[in-house]
């Protein structure tokens, strides 16, 4: 059972970063990696994605040259960089890991427990 813990989180003024971490209690390297967020009162939707042996990222519209999701394997770590944060980018931050990287929540076995993230003056 693979485990996942985010951290990182926390409260930042607008325009400003922070740089989320998904640690794995094992190896990483086989499994495409997911950032998911929920802000409050909505659905959870997904971020960032990368495959598992490819360094192809995909990014949801809304954060696309804001936010760089990167892996290091050797540390069982992905990270979600995120730079030129706005209010709307507020929620729980949500990392997984499954087969294929995907928009689909269904498509991730496991799921971290969520990092508070809080953009406001």
């Known amino acids: 059972q693979l485990q996942l813990v985010e951290s990182g989180g926390g409260l930042v003024q607008p325009g400003g970063s922070l740089r989320l971490s998904c640690t794995a209690s094992?190896?990483?390297?086989?499994?495409?990696i997911g950032w998911f967020r929920q802000a409050p009162g909505k659905e959870r939707e997904g971020v960032s994605c990368?495959?598992?042996?490819?360094?192809?990222?995909h990014y949801t519209e809304s954060v696309k040259g804001r936010f760089t999701i990167s892996r290091d394997n050797a540390k069982n770590t992905v990270y979600l960089q995120m730079n030129g944060l706005k209010p709307e980018d507020t929620g729980v931050y949500y990392c997984?890991?499954?087969?294929?990287?995907?928009?689909?929540?269904?498509?991730?076995?496991?799921w971290g427990q969520g990092t508070q993230v809080t953009v406001s003056s």
């Open positions: 094992g190896f990483l390297d086989h499994y495409a």
């Open positions: 997984a890991a499954g087969v294929y990287a995907s928009w689909s929540e269904a498509e991730y076995d496991y």
């Open positions: 990368i495959p598992s042996g490819e360094d192809r990222p």
